[in-house]
């Protein structure tokens, strides 16, 4: 929640009304403000003011009421888990509840549920079509963001994949996915803590969900042609798969720090 002052050589906070410095604002800071309103100088100490506030990569990230697991692999910083915000970065409700056609049709951000089930989220976190992807609010917390296509390279050459490999298209490279895979599914090694899950995805034509429990799917935010470079785990694969389908797919999202 903070930010480095180059001037006066001191760490700043980088949203004043931050006051949890968890880089966003929400209800905590506003019960904060309200433990201590109304008090005059000599002032109580600062309701549940940590003692160190540097925060580093494996620590939690709380984003809109909710913890998300961090992990460090090779120098970048991911999340451990999938996103599941209902908002985007400025607060504003990424519009849900659309039927299949209006999925299939729809032309500005949206976001479901798998099968509109709300008991999957703490599991599988959201799907969101690529147009809430590529949205100038942001998906993910202040200082971290959707990852770009270089960010799943960088990833993959960490785990061996040339980079004749990484940068084709389709199923690339040997046992790179097999690594990313959770040990909860078939053949997974979690070797670095992605801890990767087949939490499906919802189709761009017809607006069905589809391959939970056999297929991952992740968004990046790079533009390509005609939709966004994305990234595909399958259970009958070792590989990593890697193209650029429709904006009106759902799939799931990572964030990496910046």
Known sequence: GTVWDPVNEECIIAIPADLNYDGCISVNDLLI???????????????????DTTWTCGDPVTYWDYDYATVLIGDQCWFAENLATTQYTDGTVIDSGLSNSEWASTTTGAQAAYDDDEAVVSTHGRLYNGYAVDDTRGLCPTNWSVPNDSDFIHLEENLGMSTEDATSLYWRGSDEGRRLKSTT??????????????????????????????????????FNIDGLFYRRLDSAEDRIFRTYPSMNYGFSVRCIKD
Not at 33 to 51: F, I, K, Q, R, S
């Open 33 to 51: 403000l309200l433990a201590v309103h109304g008090t005059c100088p000599p002032y109580p100490e600062w309701p549940d003011e940590p003692n």
């Open 185 to 222: 599914w078939q053949n997974g090694l979690d070797e670095v803590g992605f801890s990767a899950l087949p939490h499906g995805g919802r189709n761009h034509s017809s607006g069905n969900f589809l391959d939970d429990g056999a297929i991952g799917y992740w968004w990046t935010k790079t």
